[in-house]
């Protein structure tokens, strides 16, 4: 390699290392002033509470009685602030042009997608916990994958026509081509990553955790695969979630809600399918398969066995049953889906630096 050459790829790569860092804190400190006015003024002004009581769970009930009322809606400063980061700045590269220019990382090919997946789910989440508020009990499972699927159904109409996409990419394997069956491997994916980390969200701080150590291991991938604009994208939404967990580790100022659940699950599964990583999901997402593989068994053997096999799930509230204090187990989960994590990420890079197998 030319030595100019190579100074330039090293100076390139130390700016978009600067720009990871300072998008990721500038998303961290703005989350911090966009949640002190969301508790301030409208959580204080209209108690939009969460509403603790389910039916035939007096387990989880009596865990988790003296929660009620805790305000929730709690994830729509992280998408807010990742929004607003984003618009920031594509919009002083529309106006100014050159240095923002360089800055700016909503693009078509990296950050439309993922972001309209923010944004959209983000809102459709809101909508489940203000009925959840009001005591109308928020969308039942049906609705709730019926809503899972229709947003879902948008990301892949953009995959198939837009972006053309019809294969998909089996690690230490390569690429298979599926053609339109693309179109429900997509909605597959996306309902299920949303559906695992809805169940994720029951203990102080615990999606929050996992959603960082998950976009941790995707930035990472992005960065690896050249796909900066995405990288930079999802720091935003780490500093935007580590202000979050500033709020939300025990005992939680607020939870989360399925306004930024649904919004982090959809993004997830989004960024998941453009890096053409999703089938490493099950490895970097390991604790959010454990809790919905848990909840699925749970549900199975109800109907057909007419008993259950946990105390209660998802499976963090039969380690609750079980006398694990709320912090051990929020620890423990992160610590494992960490672990997770970085061995997917370690998949990843062993993949991309072999031949496939076939």
């Known amino acids: 390699m030319h030595p100019t050459t190579q100074i330039l790829e090293q100076t390139f790569s130390i700016f978009n290392i600067v720009r ?22 409208l959580l204080t002004r209209f108690k939009p509470g969460k509403q603790i009581e389910r039916e035939n769970t007096p387990i989880f009930n009596s865990l988790h009685r003296s929660k009620e009322g805790t305000p929730t809606m709690g994830g729509l400063p992280i998408w807010l ?7 920031f700045f594509w919009f002083m ?8 220019s360089r800055v700016n990382f909503l693009s ?38 019926v809503f899972f699927t229709g947003v879902a159904a948008i990301g892949a109409w953009w ?18 081509t599926i053609g339109w069956w693309y179109i429900l491997y997509f909605i597959f994916i996306m309902v299920a990553t949303a559906f695992s980390m809805n169940e994720t969200d029951g203990l102080d701080g615990l999606s929050g955790g996992v959603f960082l150590t998950m976009f941790g291991a995707l930035t990472a991938i992005a960065f690896d695969q050249g796909r900066m604009d995405l990288a930079i994208f999802m720091s935003a939404i780490m500093g935007a979630l580590i202000g979050f967990l500033w709020f939300n580790i025990y005992p939680a100022k607020f939870f989360m809600g399925d306004t930024g659940v649904m919004a982090l699950g959809f993004t997830v599964g989004a ?6 990583t999703e089938l490493l999901l099950p490895v970097i997402a390991v604790i959010p398969l ?17 008993k259950k096999i946990f105390p209660s799930t998802p499976i963090h509230h039969t380690f609750e049953a079980m006398g694990w204090p709320e912090t051990q187990i929020t620890m423990r989960f992160w610590m494992i ?21 076939r």
């Open 271 to 276: 960024v998941a399918l453009l890096t053409n």
């Open 290 to 306: 454990i809790e919905s593989l848990s909840v699925i068994i749970q549900l199975t053997s109800k109907k057909f066995r007419g």
């Open 81 to 87: 602030t990742v929004a607003i980061i984003t618009v």
């Open 108 to 145: 078509r090919s990296q950050t439309w997608l993922p972001l309209g997946f923010l944004v959209l789910a983000g809102v459709v989440g809101m909508a489940d916990d203000i009925l959840g508020v009001l005591k109308r009990g928020g969308f039942k499972l049906a609705k709730r994958l």
């Open 159 to 176: 995959f198939y026509f837009k972006l053309g996409r019809d294969s998909i990419t089996v690690p230490f394997l390569g690429d298979y």
């Open 337 to 357: 889906n960490a672990i997770g994590a970085i061995v997917g990420l370690i998949l990843f890079l062993i993949d991309s630096k072999l031949p496939p197998f």
């Open 20 to 41: 990871l860092f300072v998008v990721t804190t500038l998303a961290f400190f703005l989350n911090l002033l966009i949640t002190h006015f969301w508790t301030k003024i």
């Open 93 to 100: 590269s529309y106006v100014h042009d050159g240095f923002w």
